[in-house]
């Protein structure tokens, strides 16, 4: 059943984000989209376009619908999120 879930999530970030994003899997059911040259206020607009989109989804396996999908979403931005050891 997580196959169906991630293969959409999957599907649903490279086809919803900016050329010039870089949307990958980091992990095994992590999403991550890369995104350079982004505002922290335009990147959180963009994190809620995607958690809205991701609700919406309509993912199938084995022949069932699944119930409503969520997402969690973090933000992170270099430098303003970094710090020296």
């Known amino acids: 059943m997580l196959n169906g879930c991630r293969s959409g999530n999957s599907n649903f970030l490279q086809e919803n984000?900016?050329?010039?994003d870089i949307p990958c899997r980091y992990g095994g059911e992590e999403l991550v989209d890369i995104m350079?040259?982004?505002s922290i206020e335009h990147t959180k607009m963009q994190a809620?376009?995607?958690?809205?989109?991701?609700?919406?989804l309509k993912?199938?396996?084995?022949?069932?619908?699944?119930?409503?999908i969520s997402v969690s979403i973090g933000i992170s931005s270099f430098p303003l999120s970094s710090y020296d050891l």
Do not use: F, M
């Open 36 to 38: 350079p040259n982004t």
């Open 48 to 56: 809620e376009e995607i958690r809205q989109g991701i609700k919406q």
């Open 17 to 20: 984000v900016r050329q010039s």
């Open 59 to 68: 993912v199938y396996t084995e022949g069932k619908e699944l119930a409503l």
